[in-house]
Nanobody
């Protein structure tokens, strides 16, 4: 599976952006998918996940209520709608996809087998 993320850019605080992650090579229908982000030299931080069965999981502290993860199987694309952006959302955002596994942990970076190249989001105050 090859993933390509795009849609990042510059936004003002309170604004919105929608990130897209398009897969090629295989359909994402039965994959778990997620968005992580990395700011400066920090570690990858979990943002949101969409399980193969449609269940969604969000970071409870920083993004829940503002971001929405979704998927269009016909377009083989995963989205991250980001509303009410804050300067602390500034980061490079990465989309990931993982094969089904019984030990799946949505917030764990190692749960995902394939990664896109990242798309940069900058939020100004």
């Amino acid at each position: 599976v090859q993933l390509q993320a795009f849609g990042g850019g510059l936004a003002q605080a309170g604004g919105s952006l929608r990130l897209s992650c398009t897969a090629s090579g295989r359909a994402l229908r039965m994959h778990n998918t997620a968005w992580f982000r990395r700011a400066l030299e920090n570690e990858h931080e979990f943002v949101a996940a969409l399980k193969w069965n449609g269940d969604t999981i969000y970071d409870e502290d920083f993004v829940k209520g503002r971001f929405t993860i979704s998927k269009d199987n016909a377009k083989n694309t995963v989205y991250l709608q980001m509303n009410n952006l804050k300067p602390e959302d500034t980061a490079v955002y990465y989309c990931g996809a993982g094969e089904y596994r019984s030990t799946y942990a949505p917030t764990r970076f190692s749960s995902y087998d394939y990664w896109g190249q990242g798309t940069e989001v900058t939020v100004s105050s």
